[in-house]
């Protein structure tokens, strides 16, 4: 078998532009030629592999980082927190962000709003209680998503919290003791499951992963807490 080299390649590219006639059309020889030639130069010149995530890695950051990924659309970002504040409801509010402006905010851990993600979660309600990480119990939520262009649509929503016990978290070469609690909704526009992981330590008010969903859009979203 004959194996052709990217050289060899070249030449031929070059050769049937040689024999070329009628110079406004490109033989089609060619234009499979210069394909050719171009899988090749990407296969020898390969994007950057990112970065592997370790502890080592981590531990030289001055700032605190959370992992985000958008399960519907594969990818993942790291954010770092913009904003911590306090309104007239029960919780603590976070914002984090990404260089390029994407963020999610939270309140005791769960989300309540994105930007920049497209057809986001507007805002949301949800069952918030200081000194507790996650939901505090069951009950109503109100979430207020982006719907028809610029337009909103409320989804309100009955909310059942279960307990489904001790489930140790593994992340990025360390194992956190948790629990896992889950959190089903139903509406009339369907079904919501939200699952959080949070410290079982006493004293600990810590989520350390949870899968929440942030509109019909986004879908769920998948949040690492990355510090130690």
């Known amino acids: 078998m004959i194996r052709f080299t990217a050289a060899a390649l070249a030449a031929a590219a070059l050769l049937l532009a040689g024999c070329s006639r009628g110079p406004e059309k490109t033989p089609a020889e060619l234009e499979v030629a210069q394909a050719v030639g171009d899988l090749i130069s990407r296969r020898r010149n390969p994007p950057p592999q990112p970065a592997k995530l370790t502890r080592a890695l981590l531990d030289q950051q001055t700032q605190a980082y959370i992992e985000v990924t958008i399960e519907n659309r594969g990818a993942t970002a790291y954010l770092t927190r913009a904003l911590q504040r306090r309104d007239s409801h029960p919780g603590q509010i976070e914002v984090w962000r990404t260089l390029d402006n994407v963020s999610l905010a939270f309140r005791q851990g769960m989300v309540i709003a994105t930007r920049g993600l497209g057809g986001g979660l507007l805002s ?72 959080y992981w949070v410290d079982s330590r006493p004293g600990r008010n810590q989520i350390w992963q949870s899968r929440q969903w942030a509109g019909p859009e986004t879908g769920y979203v998948k949040i690492r807490q990355l510090r130690r």
Do not use: F, K
Request: glycine letters at 14%; hydrophobic letters at 35%; one cysteine or more.
């Open 124 to 195: 949301a309600q949800v069952p918030a209680a200081d000194g507790v990480a996650g939901p505090a119990h069951g009950g109503a939520r109100r979430y207020t998503v982006r719907a028809n262009g610029n337009g909103q649509a409320v989804l309100n929503m009955a909310c059942s919290l279960h307990d489904l016990g001790p489930e140790p978290v593994e992340i990025v070469e360390i194992t956190h003791p948790a629990r896992h609690l889950q959190e089903r909704c139903e509406g009339s526009g369907g079904a919501v499951v939200n699952d």
